[in-house]
């Protein structure tokens, strides 16, 4: 994935020389040069709301307290999608769900809102009981019919 990462950034974002007489103009895609993407990566985001969807048993603080971040965190905008499969594989990690899934809700500015959609394990199993009210179970028979 980090290959075709690099190779996109390489064809797209590397000053192409145009064709004309003028050799020494630089045409960049999109009216971006290499040098203001990579600063674009190195902005600093705040993290805004953290919501939890799906936890109905679990405490939310037992969820937040897993995440490597927390409401008011400042982290670089070229490592956001790192530390949310890190918050995935943490929270995963209790043993409490069985599907996890942290994304970005909405992104105003420089702050972004975390959404964490739970999908918690079953505590108890369903299990059929029975026991038989005799001393054993030939004793019922002769006796029941």
């Given at each position: 994935m980090r290959i075709l990462r690099v190779l996109?950034?390489?064809?797209f974002l590397i000053p192409i020389r145009s064709f004309s007489q003028d050799t020494t103009q630089v045409a960049e895609p999109s009216g971006f040069s290499l040098s203001d993407s990579i600063m674009h990566d190195q902005l600093p985001i705040i993290i805004g709301d953290i919501t939890l969807y799906g936890n109905r048993r679990t405490k939310g603080f037992i969820v937040r307290r897993e995440l490597p971040f927390h409401k008011g965190s400042k982290l670089i905008q070229g490592k956001l999608p790192e530390e949310l499969?890190?918050?995935?594989?943490?929270?995963?990690?209790?043993?409490?769900?069985?599907d996890v899934t942290v994304s970005v809700a909405s992104k105003m500015?420089?702050?972004?809102?975390?959404?964490?959609?739970?999908?918690?394990?079953?505590?108890?199993?369903?299990?059929?009981?029975?026991?038989?009210?005799?001393?054993?179970?030939?004793?019922?028979?002769?006796?029941?019919?």
């Open positions: 996109v950034w390489l064809f499969e890190k918050a995935r594989e943490q929270v995963m990690n209790t043993l409490l769900f069985v500015g420089n702050v972004v809102n975390i959404r964490v959609d739970l999908k918690e394990r079953w505590y108890f199993f369903p299990l059929p009981y029975f026991r038989l009210v005799d001393r054993n179970f030939n004793q019922w028979w002769v006796d029941q019919h």
